[in-house]
């Protein structure tokens, strides 16, 4: 079993372009293709035609049980009221974390503006995500996305499960060090290339997650996600297959982990669903 715990539905060309139907046709073929039984996808810290926002995600996954949403929140037009409607769809199981975009937008992971935001995760016991390490975009501010910075919410935070989008890249040991440390701190390792690896930068990488296994990081720790559609969910599935680590550290990563972590169900699976079961 295989679960994408890291997918966006955005077009990143033309932000006035409403594209989702394109966009959601398009990752179930590459679900379809690689053998991706179920997805989450991460909304937008800010909403356009080409950034579906949180509302508008669920509304067009609501009949596809296999595709679950993070939402994504708003630095800088967030209030405590915003959580009003989220509480609905996590009840409905329809939002399963919340996606935090620290270097897209100014601010840390500890600013107190996000202490309502972390009660709510605790409350209902839904992991958030906080993006850590390079930017898409070259307008955004590393200082903000330096994975040490999510120590500080993970130690005042007991409660709160975290997870550490990118393992941190490029710090990637000082990501290690913050899972190592925190009992409530996860790594993904989605968004590590644009597109496909390219031979020497995927074996440069796979050397990276190798040692973080080997030397900090125990595997129940890490979540398989890929960053679709910045990055190619083949070259993932490659990237995985030629990883030097044991089939039940595998098996973990790809699957088990998301699935304890984010309350999945294992039976929503896009193959079980198209076979009626």
């Known amino acids: 079993m295989i679960i994408d715990c890291h997918v966006h539905l955005n077009h990143y060309g033309d932000e006035s372009v409403r594209t989702l139907d394109r966009t959601l046709e398009q990752f179930q073929l590459a679900m379809r293709r690689n053998r991706i039984d179920q997805a989450l996808v991460l909304t937008s810290y800010m909403a356009t035609q080409a950034r579906p926002s949180t509302r508008e995600m669920v509304h067009a996954l609501r009949d596809i049980p296999y595709l679950k949403v993070v939402a994504g929140l708003d630095y800088l037009n967030f209030g405590p009221n915003d959580l009003g409607e989220l509480a609905d769809y996590v009840r409905d199981g329809k939002v399963k974390g919340l996606k935090l975009y620290p270097g897209y937008q100014p601010f840390y992971p500890s600013d107190p503006k996000w202490r309502p935001a972390y009660e709510f995760a605790a409350e209902h016991r839904i992991p958030v995500m906080i993006h ?25 935070f007991p ?4 997870v550490i989008c990118h393992i941190g890249n490029p710090w990637i040991r000082d990501c290690m060090e913050v899972v190592y440390k925190n009992a409530n701190v996860y790594t993904d390792i989605s968004g590590l290339t ?19 296994l080997l030397y900090g990081v125990e595997p129940d720790s890490v979540l398989f996600g890929t960053d679709w559609p910045i990055a190619s969910v083949e070259s993932y599935i490659e990237f995985m297959e030629e990883l030097a680590i044991p089939a039940r550290d595998k098996r973990k990563i790809l699957a088990e982990n998301s699935i304890e972590l984010y309350g999945l169900d294992p039976r929503d699976s896009l193959f079980q669903t198209r076979r009626g079961t």
């Open 194 to 212: 644009l597109g496909a690896f390219e031979d020497r930068f995927e074996a440069y990488m796979r050397k990276q997650v190798q040692e973080m």
């Open 159 to 162: 409660e709160v499960n975290f």
């Open 132 to 156: 850590t390490g390079d930017t898409y975009t070259p307008k955004g501010k590393l200082k903000y996305a330096h994975p040490l910075h999510v120590d500080e919410v993970a130690v005042d």
